[in-house]
Every structure is written in structure tokens, then in C-alpha cells.
T-cell receptor, first 114, second 110 residues
């Protein structure tokens, strides 16, 4: 089973502060993804990456940046956190496969922006 | 508008019974479909994928895909208390990440 870990698991931030969410995968997967989960919206794609050094915008990238410094690590950065970014954030990894790769999710980070 | 729509929103099933979940997509670019399951406090976990028309069976789970109508279903036979969870249908085209439905909450009662 693929192993994806996230840190921190819980975070309280202040409006206007900077928040960095980290994700690590030990499966040597090329692709990594960041989603947020909100009631009434399901899971929505924020950013994704095809490999070290690459980041791409997903469906809801506004207010977020991403960084992929290595194959194993993928970070999500909120430069100026807002209360609307209160959510549960999930990182996932998957191997390149022409769209057929199964994505493996981490346990999530619960973020509260006050 | 949700590109992936699921029904019902919630479902109660007796232990040992059959649960049937439905999913319809409005985007014909979607080629590949998954069912994910999420227990409370955890991340989603892939149950099964289905890419071709017809049925796919894995243990107690059977998925069915009809690409012409963009309809996917999941049937869980002999439901167990551990099957109580939030079930997501997810779809994908050749690139980017997954597009998820809003989920169906399944409760298995004794």
C-alpha cells in the first residue's frame, strides 16, 4: 500500500499569516496532488505536480502556491491565509499512467484560519 | 454545476444486505472512473477503478460502467458494519487530477 504522510495534522492560523502544509510520499510516484475537502463541495483539486520542479494549477488555485523540491515532497503554501481557506487538505500521489493511475491519499491536515 | 453527480446522498442498509450507489458525469472528456471510500477522520482510499464498459467485480464490490450514458454504479453485497463510510465517485480525463462527486454516506445497521 502506498504511503503518503502529511504534516501538521492540525493547524490553527491567523488571518493574513503564512501557512505551509507538507506532504511526503515514499512510493517514488511521479505525480502528486493537493485537494481540499469541504461540506457541499466534495474534494477539489488545488495544485498538482508531474515531478520535481514542476507545479501546475488545478481547479481552484487562487490564494495557494505549491512547491515540489524533490520526488518525495510536495508543499502547499498559503501566503496570506483567509478564513475561507479553513478546510481539510489532502495530499495524494500517483504514478504516471496516461490518466489511469490510482491516487493514494494521505490522512489529511485540518486547517482553521481565525 | 457538479460535473460528477452522485445519488443517493445517504443510504441505510441492513447488515448482510445490498447497497447500490449511483454516479453520473456531465463531461464526456472523462474516460476513467474510480470509487473511493472515506472513513471518518481518514483520507479517501481507492476501492476500485473501472475504465471499460460493463461490470468489474472485486470481492463483495461490483462496479458497472456505461460510457454512452456516462453512468457508473457501485454495488456492495453482504454489507458489513465496516462498510459504513462516505463513498465518492471520481472521474478523470487524460490529464490533471480527479473530479469528485459530493459523496454518498452509507450506514450499515445490525
Amino acid at each position: 500500500e502506498a504511503a503518503v504522510t502529511q504534516s501538521p495534522r492540525n493547524k490553527v492560523a491567523v488571518t493574513g499569516g503564512k501557512v505551509t502544509l507538507s506532504c511526503n510520499q515514499t512510493n517514488n510516484h511521479n505525480n502528486m496532488y493537493w485537494y481540499r475537502q469541504d461540506t457541499g463541495h466534495g474534494l477539489r483539486l488545488i495544485h498538482y505536480s508531474y515531478g520535481a520542479g514542476s507545479t501546475e494549477k488545478g481547479d481552484i488555485p487562487d490564494g495557494y502556491k505549491a512547491s515540489r523540491p524533490s520526488q518525495e515532497n510536495f508543499s502547499l503554501i498559503l501566503e496570506l491565509a483567509t478564513p475561507s481557506q479553513t478546510s481539510v487538505y489532502f495530499c495524494a500521489s500517483g504514478d504516471a499512467g496516461g490518466g489511469q493511475d490510482t491516487q493514494y491519499f494521505g490522512p489529511g491536515t485540518r486547517l482553521l484560519v481565525l | 454545476q457538479q460535473k460528477v453527480q452522485q445519488s443517493p446522498e445517504s443510504l441505510s442498509v441492513p447488515e448482510g444486505g445490498m447497497a447500490s450507489l449511483n454516479c453520473t458525469s456531465s463531461d464526456r472528456n472523462f474516460q476513467y472512473f474510480w470509487w473511493y471510500r472515506q472513513h471518518s477522520g481518514e483520507g479517501p482510499k481507492a476501492l476500485m477503478s473501472i475504465f471499460s464498459d460493463g461490470d468489474k467485480k472485486e470481492g463483495r464490490f461490483t462496479a458497472h460502467l456505461n460510457k454512452a450514458s456516462l453512468h457508473v454504479s457501485l454495488h456492495i453485497r453482504d454489507s458489513q458494519p465496516s462498510d459504513s463510510a462516505l463513498y465518492f465517485c471520481a472521474a478523470r480525463d487524460y490529464a490533471q487530477g480527479l473530479t469528485f462527486g459530493l459523496g454518498t454516506r452509507v450506514s450499515v445497521f445490525p
